[in-house]
Structures are given as C-alpha cells and as structure tokens.
T-cell receptor, first 121, second 110 residues
Framework: DAGVIQSPRHEVTEMGQEVTLRCKPI?????LFWYRQTMMRGLELLIY????????DSGMPEDRFSAKMPNASFSTLKIQPSEPRDSAVYFC???????????????????FGPGTRLTVL | DAKTTQPPSMDCAEGRAANLPCNHS???????VYWYRQIHSQGPQYIIH???NNETNEMASLIITEDRKSSTLILPHATLRDTAVYYC???????????FGQGTELSVKP
C-alpha cells in the first residue's frame, strides 16, 4: 500500500499566484481531511470530506481557499490568490468512517500523507 | 470534543520507559482517548486509542484512570527514533475531525 500521496512535496510561489495542492487517499478510505501546520497555530483542520461530500469546512480560512473531491481517489486544495501568510505545511489524511468501518476493521485511525511545504514569497 | 492538557516537553533516557501524561477532565462517557505522534518533518502517526480499559499494542501502552479524567501513554523502551511531538486527543465515537493541541515534545537522549 502506497499510503496517502500528496503532490507536490514542495511549492514555492509568489504572492498572488494560484496554488493547487493534490492528494490521493488510501484506496478504500471514504473520509479525507486537509490540515495545515504552522509554528504559530500548530496543526489545524481546514476541511474534511466523507464519501466525497464536504462535511465540515469551518476551518477554511477565507474565500481564497477552496477544496474539491471529484471522486474517491483524488482531492485538491486550491489557494487563489496566495499570500505570504499561507506559507505552511499542508497535510492530507484519510480514513474509513461510518458503515464502511465494519469491512476494514478500522478504529477511525487517520493516515497522514507526507505533506506539502508551501512557501509564498 | 473535550479539551486535553499535556506538558510542553519531556526528556527520557534511551532504553528507559517514557511516560507521557494527559489530562482530559471534561471527557464525556462515549469519548475515546487517541494518541498520535509527529516525528520532525513527517505527518502525524497514529499510536493507540482507548475508551476506559488499558490498551497495549506493538508501539505503546495506554493507561486510563478509572474516572477517565487522565491517561498516560507509555513507551516501554524508548529509542532515539521515538523523539517526536506526542498528541493526546479526545474524540467521540463517530470519528470525524481530530483537534490537535500543542502536544508534548519528547526528547529521547542517549
């Protein structure tokens, strides 16, 4: 199993540019989470999806951030326009939730990807 | 979800047991205690979880007090690779989001 895959691993961009982060969850997982980590704020949840539907986006900072999950194997987090304060490490995580748990024996353990380190100049 | 309190940092000698405490005095009856850790520059990693009974797996043991207001994560024989930030999280049975606090930065020293 390849685990959760995130791309790119590192992104450096200039203020005002559009940034798209990508995530491929573990096959069979039906919940996907986007987190952001900074020194000042720690690790915070931005949004999570269950069965491709956004369930809680209360952590999304503002309208410049948007996330989509067009299918069970792919999600994107987009920042447009980007600002220096968006510099952070963005993690994607996936798990099995709800009725699907009984087939996978999961305890809602979230599996995290390696993260994307974003630097906005 | 209930709030947790952890010491900001701890040291442990290599080969000794590391005991990481967590207070969760407002935990409700159906909430679980989860532990994750984050090694530098990596994503968080699940360690163990429990409801009210003590739990053990290949990574660690979790001791939950009878009143469930606190717990201790035990790494029985700490190695240098256990140096990480350890997060104690309380969450309901339905799963969903994890709310990370500041965690405990464990330094295992030779």
């Amino acid at each position: 199993d390849a685990g959760v895959i995130q791309s790119p691993r590192h992104e450096v961009t200039e203020m005002g540019q559009e940034v798209t982060l990508r995530c491929k969850p573990i096959s069979g997982h039906n919940s996907l989470f986007w987190y952001r980590q900074t020194m000042m704020r720690g690790l915070e949840l931005l949004i999570y999806f269950n069965n491709n539907v956004p369930i809680d986006d209360s952590g999304m900072p503002e309208d410049r951030f948007s996330a989509k999950m067009p299918n069970a194997s792919f999600s994107t987090l987009k920042i447009q326009p980007s600002e220096p304060r968006d510099s952070a490490v963005y993690f994607c995580a996936s798990t099995v939730s709800g009725g699907a748990q009984k087939f996978f024996g999961s305890y809602n353990e979230q599996f995290f990807g390696p993260g994307t380190r974003l630097t906005v100049l | 979800d209930a709030k947790t309190t952890q010491p900001p940092s701890m040291d442990c000698a290599e080969g000794r047991a590391a005991n990481l405490p967590c207070n969760h005095s407002t935990i409700s009856g159906n909430e679980y205690v989860y532990w994750y850790r984050q090694i530098h520059s990596q994503g968080p990693q699940y360690i163990i979880h429990g409801l009210k009974n003590n739990e053990t797996n290949e990574m660690a043991s979790l001791i939950i007090t009878e009143d469930r207001k606190s717990s201790t994560l035990i790494l029985p024989h700490a190695t240098l690779r256990d140096t990480a930030v350890y997060y104690c999280i309380v969450r309901g049975p339905q799963g969903g989001k994890l709310i990370f606090g500041q965690g405990t930065e464990l330094s295992v020293k030779p």
